[in-house]
C-alpha cells in the first residue's frame, strides 16, 4: 500500500434526489471546467473512494453518486437488481444538469453505465471502465454460488473508531492492497459516526450480499452492440474465474472499445494506484472531446 497517509480531498456536501424504489439517493458535485465526467463506484464502495483520483484531474467538471444502499443512500424497498443503479445514474446526470458526460466506471459502476447506456443511447460521451461486471449469458446460466454473497454477510460492521477501521482493512487483503488516501476514504465516506465515537459500516452486509447476488442476473450483456460510443476497458492482472477475464469478451462485443491492460494491479485497480488511473482518465476523456 501506498505511503502517503495525507487525508483526501472532502466530499462535496451530498444533494439529495428520489431515485426508483423509494430510493433517497446522494450526488455529488465537485465542480471544476470542461466536460462534465460522473464517477460510479463498485460494491461495497462509495463515491469518496474516488476522491483521489479525482483530486489530480483537471480535464472537466466532476461528478458522482452513491448508488442505492450505499454510502448515504438508502437501500430500496424491493430488490438490489442492477437495472435499478442504471435509474441511479440517470437520476444523477438529470438532477446535476450533467451535459452528455464522460462516464468512469468500476466494477458495478462500470455495469451500471453501460446498463444506462443501452437504456438511453447517447447518454455518454465515451466511457473508461475497470473490470465491468458484465456476464455473456452462457456464463450467466452455468455459474454455481458466489462466495462473495455468503462472504459479505459475515463482514464486520462496527469498530471503536475510524482508526481502529483503517487498521483492521490495512492489514489483511484485499483490501490491503488499496492506496491509503482511497482506504482512508473508504472508512470516512463508507462508515457512519456513532455518537460514542465509534464507526458503522454505511453499506449493510445483506444489501452488499444482495447487490453480488444480483451481479449475474442483469441482460447487459446481450445489448452491448447498443453502446456506439468510445469505450475503454481496463484490467488487472489476469486470474482464473476473475472479472479480469470477462474483459476481452466484452469489449470484442462492444463497436468501438478498446482494452487497456494493467497486470500490476488488482481488481481494485482504481483504488490501488489513483495516480496511474488518473492519468489513463485524462487521455480517455481528452480523447471524447
Not at 66 to 72: M, P, Q, S, V, Y
Not at 162 to 176: E, G, L, T, V
Not at 184 to 213: I, M, Q
Request: with cysteine.
Amino acid at each position: 500500500m501506498a505511503s502517503d497517509l495525507t487525508d483526501p480531498i472532502p466530499l462535496p456536501e451530498p444533494i439529495f434526489v428520489n431515485s426508483s424504489d423509494e430510493v433517497r439517493l446522494a450526488v455529488y458535485d465537485f465542480g471544476g471546467d470542461g466536460p462534465d465526467i460522473l464517477f460510479a463506484h463498485a460494491t461495497g464502495f462509495c463515491a469518496g473512494v474516488f476522491t483521489p483520483i479525482i483530486s489530480q484531474l483537471d480535464v472537466g467538471r466532476v461528478a458522482a453518486l452513491d448508488f442505492r444502499g450505499h454510502g448515504r443512500s438508502s437501500a430500496p424497498a424491493t430488490s438490489m437488481d442492477w437495472h435499478g443503479t442504471a435509474t441511479d445514474v440517470h437520476t444523477a446526470i438529470e438532477t446535476l444538469g450533467l451535459n452528455n458526460p464522460f462516464a468512469v466506471g468500476h466494477s458495478m459502476g462500470g455495469a451500471a453505465l453501460i446498463l444506462a447506456e443501452e437504456s438511453r443511447p447517447g447518454t455518454f460521451r465515451g466511457m473508461w471502465l475497470f473490470e465491468p461486471i458484465i456476464f455473456p449469458e452462457a456464463i450467466r446460466s452455468t455459474s454455481g454460488d458466489n462466495p462473495l454473497v455468503s462472504g459479505a454477510l459475515r463482514r464486520r460492521t462496527t469498530f471503536d473508531d475510524a482508526d481502529s477501521a483503517f487498521a483492521n482493512f490495512s492489514s489483511k487483503p484485499p483490501f490491503n492492497a488499496l492506496d491509503a488516501q482511497a482506504l482512508r476514504a473508504y472508512v470516512r465516506d463508507g462508515f457512519a459516526t456513532n455518537d460514542d465515537g465509534s464507526v458503522t459500516l454505511r453499506c449493510r452486509p445483506e444489501v452488499e450480499s444482495a447487490t453480488y447476488e444480483f451481479g449475474p442476473r442483469h441482460d447487459a450483456f446481450e445489448n452491448l452492440d447498443a453502446v456506439k460510443i468510445p469505450v475503454t476497458i481496463l484490467r488487472g492482472a489476469e486470474a482464473p474465474m476473475s472479472p479480469s477475464q470477462l474483459a476481452p469478451v466484452i469489449v470484442e462485443h462492444l463497436p468501438n472499445a478498446t482494452l487497456e491492460d494493467h497486470p500490476e494491479l488488482g481488481h481494485f485497480g482504481p483504488l490501488e494506484n489513483p495516480e496511474s488511473m488518473a492519468r489513463s482518465i485524462k487521455l480517455a476523456v481528452t480523447a471524447s472531446q
